[in-house]
Structure formats: structure tokens, C-alpha cells
């Protein structure tokens, strides 16, 4: 079975510093998608990322970036020059062609910015 | 832009009430979501559709239904409610090979069973 795996609960970060949110995921396939989603307090979740595994090179979008590492399962989130509109659930998720045809969530990470 | 919206943001049931959460999506998404985000368990599929009519069980099915009469709409219904059913419910849609491409999330639906 497909998991995710985020061992953060909760983080907090200055503002204007960086910050990592770590997840990890297992599945036998080769063929696979990968995401972070951003869940603002009372709104709605959207998507900040997206990575394709057979793409070697990791997606970036603005202050947001990823390190993949697929030999080692890992998909960690970077948080470049962190702003207060940052503090929100992020989750990782995962989905994999062949599978279980379902997006797989974590169990989210709390992060906090503080002034 | 996409637009999914659900029918309340709050809703309040007994014990036992036949319930029913709509969701509509203005894209012409042909994959639509029923999830169940309770904290410390982040989200898991209840159910989803990839066609009119269409139904597939997700990972908590049970003590759910869900119709889906037209492309835009997806309802999820509970039978007979439950306490245990009280939680955060999200419904999301996508295009194409549902799980490749992004999904859309409305703002979701916070059921409290009495």
C-alpha cells in the first residue's frame, strides 16, 4: 500500500527566514506524481507544487522548491524568504499510475510564521 | 478560474438524519472528490467519480453514499448520521487521469452529528 509520511506536526519560522517541511512516501511503482498543498486557516487548499518522477530535476514555483530525492522516497518542501500569508496546513501527497489510482494524503504539517 | 463551491460551511445534524453535502464544480472537470479531513489524520477519500454515474469507493466508504446525476455535481450522502461522523468535509475535482493532474478544493463543509 501507498503511504505518506510527514514526521513534522508542527513547525514555526521567523519571518523572512527559511524553513523545510520533510515527507516521505513509499511505493513499488516507477511511474508517479508527487504534490504539496496548502491548506490557509478557514480557506480553501490549493496547490503549491507538483513533481513528476521522471522528472530529475526539482520543481520550483517563486520562494517555493523541493528537494526529491527518489532513491530515497524523500520529498521535502523549501521555504524561501517565509512571509506571515505562509502560515497555513501543508500537505504532501502522492500518487502513483498502476497503483492504487488514488491521491494519497499525509498527515499534514502545522507551519507557523512568526513576525 | 476554477470555481468548486459546497452548499454550506457549517452544518448541524442529529443523530440519525438522512444528510446530504453538495458540490458543484464550473470547469467541466470530469473527476470529482469526496474527502474527510479530521486533524492528525489529514485527508482520506471517501469516495470519487470519473464520469456521470460513475462512482468508485475510496479508502472510508462506509456509512456514505454519494450520486453523481450531472457532470458539475457530486453529493455525497450520509444515511443515517452519526456522531463519528462529525468532521471537516472536502470536495475537490480534477481533469484528466484522476491523481495526475491538480485538484481543485472547495472550502469545505464542517458537519457536527448531535
Known amino acids: 500500500a501507498q503511504t505518506v509520511t510527514q514526521s513534522q506536526p508542527e513547525m514555526s519560522v521567523q519571518e523572512a527566514e527559511t524553513v523545510t517541511l520533510s515527507c516521505t512516501y513509499d511505493?513499488?511503482?516507477?511511474?508517479?506524481?508527487l504534490f504539496w498543498y496548502k491548506q490557509p486557516p478557514s480557506r480553501q487548499m490549493i496547490l503549491v507544487i507538483r513533481?513528476?518522477?521522471?522528472?530529475?530535476q526539482n520543481a520550483t514555483e517563486n520562494r517555493f522548491s523541493v528537494n526529491f530525492q527518489k532513491a530515497a522516497k524523500s520529498f521535502s518542501l523549501k521555504i524561501s524568504d517565509s512571509q506571515l500569508g505562509d502560515t497555513a496546513m501543508y500537505f504532501c501527497?502522492?500518487?502513483?499510475?498502476?497503483?492504487?489510482?488514488?491521491?494519497?494524503f499525509g498527515k499534514g504539517t502545522k507551519l507557523t510564521v512568526n513576525p | 478560474d476554477v470555481k468548486v463551491t459546497q452548499s454550506s460551511r457549517y452544518l448541524v445534524k442529529r443523530t440519525g438524519e438522512k444528510v446530504f453535502l453538495e458540490c458543484v464544480q464550473d470547469?467541466?472537470?470530469?473527476?470529482m472528490f469526496w474527502y474527510r479531513q479530521d486533524p492528525g489524520l489529514g485527508l482520506r477519500l471517501i469516495y470519487f467519480?470519473?464520469?456521470?454515474?460513475?462512482?468508485e469507493k475510496g479508502d472510508i466508504p462506509e456509512g456514505y453514499s454519494v450520486s453523481r446525476e450531472k457532470k458539475e455535481r457530486f453529493s455525497l450522502i450520509l444515511e443515517s448520521a452519526s456522531t463519528n461522523q462529525t468532521s471537516m468535509y472536502l470536495c475537490?475535482?480534477?481533469?484528466?487521469?484522476?491523481?495526475?493532474?491538480?485538484?481543485?478544493f472547495g472550502p469545505g463543509t464542517r458537519l457536527t452529528v448531535l
Open positions: 511505493t513499488s511503482e516507477s511511474n508517479y506524481y
Open positions: 475537490a475535482s480534477s481533469l484528466g487521469l484522476a491523481g495526475v493532474n491538480e485538484q481543485f
Open positions: 501527497a502522492h500518487f502513483s499510475q498502476g497503483g492504487s489510482e488514488k491521491l494519497v
Open positions: 470547469m467541466d472537470h470530469e473527476n
Open positions: 513533481q513528476e518522477a521522471y522528472k530529475q
Open positions: 467519480s470519473y464520469d456521470v454515474k460513475m462512482k
